[in-house]
């Protein structure tokens, strides 16, 4: 069973930044896909960004040219880089690992104040 631990969230004022990580307990060097997704309350889960095992990217178009996804298989993390946050980027972000089934962390709060 893979474990998930997400760091980095926090209170931030619009416009600002921060940078999410996301820990796994195994070798993430073969996974597929790794993802960042978010949850507003009353609202549905929705992907933020994933990216593959070969580096290719893909976001969601609310978060393009502003936000970047990486992972660093040496370290097993995977990282959100959050620039130009708005007040509707507050929610609760969780890290994915995509592979035969998906693993999720517990999330992260983030809130983006006006």
């Known amino acids: 069973q893979v474990q998930l631990v997400e760091s980095g969230g926090g209170l931030v004022q619009a416009g600002g930044s921060l940078r999410l990580s996301c820990a796994a307990s195994?070798?993430?060097?073969?996974?597929?896909?790794m993802g960042w997704y978010r949850q507003s309350p009353g609202k549905q889960r929705e992907l933020v960004a994933r990216?593959?095992?070969?580096?290719?990217?893909n976001y969601a178009d609310f978060v393009k040219g502003r936000f970047t996804i990486s992972r660093d298989g040496s370290k097993n993390t995977a990282y959100l880089q959050m620039d130009s946050l708005k007040p509707e980027d507050t929610a609760v972000y969780y890290c994915a690992l995509l592979s035969w089934t998906t693993y999720w962390g517990q999330g992260t709060q983030v809130t983006v104040s006006s």
């Open positions: 990216i593959t095992s070969a580096g290719t990217t």
């Open positions: 195994e070798s993430i060097a073969r996974v597929p896909v």
